[in-house]
């Protein structure tokens, strides 16, 4: 079955430093991806996604792009700040009509001052 | 509303004892969604409508948990005879196409 593999967390880095989550993902056919962020206290919301390879998602500074050849979609940021503060999932949504989204265990992030 | 709402916020409750917790999607959207997400188990998918009807309700744990739309709007999720692992967050979303809006979740504890 379908499923998506994050690294594990908490992901602790200093203001400005350069943040990388590695994400992977196991699917039939030509998934979409994406990337929620769950701020602490808030639901979860979409920062970005990539519907075929070699797409580039990107927003906030985040970006992301879908590597089929290596079956991943690592988020990225040049330089993190403390408001960037919180859990991250990636997700994948199977093409042909079928919409639930399966997601990773998530990854926290931590970014200190 | 404006935004996907779910109640209770919090439900504390004793085992054995049934459940409901309730969602109340975006006005129009056609799809919502059930997920549960535990501490260090990520998001997990329970049950998805689509209307009226559950077209995917693969992800329920076991006989005890149960779910239910109506007029194409406002959902209930109802857990019978709660067990201790029951206790989670249970998120609802909806979607009207590619992107899911989540609500705040109900925090469940079961004592």
């Known amino acids: 079955g379908d499923s998506v593999t994050q690294m594990e967390g908490p992901v602790t880095l200093s203001e400005e430093a350069f943040l990388t989550i590695n994400c992977t993902y196991t699917?039939?056919?030509?998934?979409?991806l994406f990337w929620y962020v769950q701020y602490p206290g808030e639901g979860l919301q979409l920062l970005l996604k990539?519907?075929?390879?070699?797409d580039k998602g990107s927003n906030k500074g985040f970006e992301a792009t879908y590597r089929k050849e290596t079956t991943s979609f690592h988020l990225e940021k040049g330089s993190v700040q403390v408001s960037d503060s919180a859990v991250y999932f990636c997700?994948?949504?199977?093409?042909?009509?079928?919409?639930?989204?399966?997601f990773g265990k998530g990854t926290m992030l931590l970014v200190s001052p | 509303g404006a935004g996907v709402s779910q109640s209770p916020s919090n439900k504390v409750t004793e085992k054995g004892k049934d459940v409901e917790l309730r969602c109340d999607p975006i006005s129009g959207h056609t799809a919502l969604y059930w997920y549960r997400q535990s501490l260090g188990q990520g998001l997990e998918f329970l049950i998805y409508f689509q209307g009226n009807s559950a077209p995917d309700k693969s992800g329920l744990p076991s006989d005890r948990f149960s779910a239910e739309r109506t007029g194409g709007s406002v959902s209930t999720l109802t857990i019978q005879r709660t067990q201790q692992e029951d206790s989670a967050v249970y998120l609802c979303?909806?979607?009207?196409?590619?992107?899911?809006?989540f609500g705040s979740g109900t925090q469940l504890s079961v004592l």
């Open positions: 699917a039939t056919g030509y998934p979409s």
């Open positions: 979303a909806s979607s009207l196409e590619e992107k899911l809006f």
């Open positions: 997700a994948l949504r199977r093409d042909s009509g079928y919409s639930t989204l399966t």
């Open positions: 990539a519907t075929k390879a070699d």
